[in-house]
């Protein structure tokens, strides 16, 4: 009776559930009631399906935080739509002949959410703690500042002495930066958050970044809200110099990794964004998604890679034949049809189309072609390593992927497709986002899931992660020949020399070594409401919501 009683009651919330979700749909682009609201209280509501570990921009290193940092600070640039470098915090700047020295000039309406004027010594300020050797922990992107001349010898204490890291206040609005080889990017570069300057009251308070009562900013919002599981609020900030261009008053972020609820808000209009980079559109609602909201629907080739990686000092993948063995053991095509569902491009390689090459576009210039789907060669392989390493059986295997529907369904399919052609058992195993990055960092972990959006549009992005001196490096991978390739491209002006120097280091991770598994070229997935104007998303598929307005 009891269990009669509780079906019933399951059958009417359904029936009431359809009838809510049958409404939400009718009215997903808004109504002329809900479209006057949004334009007159000019609230943006969006989903994160992680919470940020820190807004901390010297310690941050993944895409929800870099959604919301671009809200709340501004770099010396910020990257119009077309991802091109525009004024900032600087309101304009001179390149020496030979490219070494940029002199920035500073704005001086440029201020701090307290009313503070942002300086040029809150830049040295915040690139000194990216550098300093005793940051607890290290800053994963210390590494970014490498390219200004001697702080690569700071960060690894081969000086103590600052003031000779190329980067000087030579006055309150003027920032003087002496590189140590010509970067053409380094411009583009200064728009990406570990450049972000930083109010010096930071310095005594290590836990700054967690309080919105002590989160001083410079960007278009400041931090006003941050509860813990469950939102996450930005504020217009009226001390930012470019004020009268920001149409939004606020920005609220839930918090939710699960696609169905975002795709579900979305639908009843409590979302007014949904989809990548923070969100997710559930793949088996995409065929619904294409018929039903296809005028809402954004899906966009970007330059970012979905890839498994190994870590190379764990067993069985300290061995190349198995990890090889692995990686030609998938079926891609299967994977993007019938898992993901949005139109993704298999990857064969690292970096993806859309990144700039020696006259065009990389991948088109430099096919990718590292490896064959081949599962009688996998499996030969698999032997052959397992042979070398003495096993008669495979040791256990764990595959861990961050809590995501999405990211779930992709890990089970290849774990099927491991034991299907294979004939190996593998684990999977999602965990919450900070949890996995930690473990990620500590290589704690077999194989991992993993993504990478460009920081600029320039191959040496998707490389110089794997150095052995990249605080990214979450593979264990150390090689001499890969960090001398990486070496030779930073230093070279030679655009068709350093473009070579990359293809071998691609063949290097992908072929030879076969320390990464590449599944698929990224494609961006978003749901956006026909009255929702100026949302941008770039090349890489970040999405920068601070110029959005409803009208």
């Not at 940020?52 to 929800?64: G, H, I, K, L, W």
């Not at 003087?176 to 570990?194: Q, R």
């Amino acid at each position: 009776m009891r269990r009669k009683t509780l079906l019933t009651l399951l059958t009417m919330l359904l029936v009431v559930g359809t009838v809510l979700a049958g409404c939400g749909s009718k009215n997903a682009g808004g109504g002329s009631k809900e479209n006057a609201s949004a334009a007159k209280d000019q609230i943006l509501h969006i989903n994160l399906s992680a919470e940020p570990p820190t807004f901390d921009p010297a310690q941050a290193q993944d895409s929800q935080a870099h959604t919301v940092l671009n809200m709340m600070y501004e770099g010396l640039v910020r990257l119009d739509e077309n991802s091109k470098p525009v004024p900032g915090v600087a309101e304009k700047w001179d390149i020496s002949s030979d490219g070494l020295k940029y002199v920035f000039h500073l704005r001086k309406d440029a201020k701090w959410s307290n009313g503070d004027p942002v300086t040029a010594k809150d830049f040295v300020f915040a690139w000194q703690r990216v550098l300093d050797p005793n940051s607890t922990p290290a800053p994963p992107y210390a590494y970014q500042l490498y390219y200004i001349k001697g702080a690569e010898e700071y960060n690894n204490k081969k000086t103590t002495d600052f003031n000779q890291v190329g980067v000087k206040a030579t006055d309150d609005y003027t920032l003087e930066v002496t590189l140590k080889n010509p970067t053409p990017y380094f411009l583009s570069l200064t728009s990406f958050y570990t450049f972000y300057p930083v109010h010096q009251s930071v310095k005594d308070n290590p836990k700054w970044a967690a309080d919105p009562k002590t989160m001083i900013t410079n960007g278009p919002f400041t931090l006003t809200t941050w509860t813990t599981g469950q939102k996450i609020e930005v504020t217009k900030n009226a001390n930012y110099w470019d004020n009268k261009d920001i149409k939004l008053n606020k920005i609220t972020m839930s918090l939710s990794n699960s696609g169905a609820t975002e795709l579900s808000s979305y639908r009843s209009g409590q979302l007014d964004y949904a989809g990548n980079p923070n969100g997710e559109i559930p793949t088996d609602q995409m065929p619904a998604v294409k018929k039903e909201l296809k005028n809402e629907l954004n899906l966009k080739p970007i330059g970012s890679v979905y890839f498994y990686q190994f870590n190379v000092t764990a067993k069985p993948f300290d061995n190349a034949k198995i990890r090889k063995a692995f990686t030609m053991a998938l079926s891609r095509q299967e994977i993007v049809e019938k898992v993901t569902q949005s139109e993704e491009k298999p990857a064969f390689g690292f970096v993806p189309p859309g990144i700039a090459g020696e006259k065009e576009d990389f991948r088109t210039e430099h096919k990718d072609d590292y490896f064959t789907e081949n599962m009688d060669e996998a499996k030969k392989l698999l032997q052959e390593g397992m042979k070398e390493e003495g096993y008669t059986t495979l040791p256990p295997v764990t595959l861990i992927y961050n809590s995501s529907e999405k990211h779930k369904k992709i890990a089970l399919a290849v774990a099927d497709m491991w034991k299907r052609n294979l004939g190996v058992n593998v684990q999977t195993e999602n965990q919450e986002w900070g949890v996995f990055l930690k473990n990620r960092r500590s290589l704690n972990y077999q194989i991992a899931r993993a993504g990478w959006s460009p920081d600029y549009n320039d191959p040496m992005t998707f490389f110089d992660l794997w150095t052995s001196k990249s605080g990214n490096n979450d593979i264990g991978f150390k090689n001499k020949e890969y960090d001398a390739l990486v070496s030779d491209a930073l230093a070279s002006s030679d655009n068709a020399k350093r473009m070579d120097d990359f293809v071998k280091a691609e063949k290097l991770l992908i072929q030879d070594q076969q320390v990464l598994l590449p599944i698929y070229y990224y494609t961006n997935v978003a749901l956006i409401k026909p009255n929702l104007k100026g949302v941008k998303i770039d090349y890489s598929g970040g999405v920068d919501f601070t110029r959005a307005y409803f009208e």
